[in-house]
């Protein structure tokens, strides 16, 4: 499950990466992408985390990412 997350969110921050020229130039297609791809992505990531969260309590990785994909997607 945590590998299916860190995979979900780089998909998502690679998205943004990508945009991110946009920002200034197509303020709508920025949006676009972000909002529907990237913060899709990010949304499963955190899915994913929350379940590797609760099969592995313990783990430092998933107390690590979860907050950073949180922070990502305000």
């Known amino acids: 499950m945590y590998s299916l997350g860190v995979l979900c969110y780089n998909d998502g921050a690679n998205i943004l990466k990508k945009a991110t020229p946009l920002a200034n130039s197509d303020a709508d297609k920025y949006a676009a992408e972000k909002g529907k791809k990237a913060d899709g992505?990010?949304?499963e990531?955190?899915?994913?985390?929350?379940?590797a969260a609760k099969?592995?309590?313990e783990n430092e990785n998933?107390?690590?990412?979860l907050p950073q994909v949180k922070a990502v997607m305000k």
């Open 41 to 43: 992505r990010f949304k």
């Open 45 to 51: 990531a955190l899915d994913y985390l929350e379940e």
């Open 55 to 57: 099969i592995s309590p």
């Open 62 to 65: 998933v107390k690590k990412m």
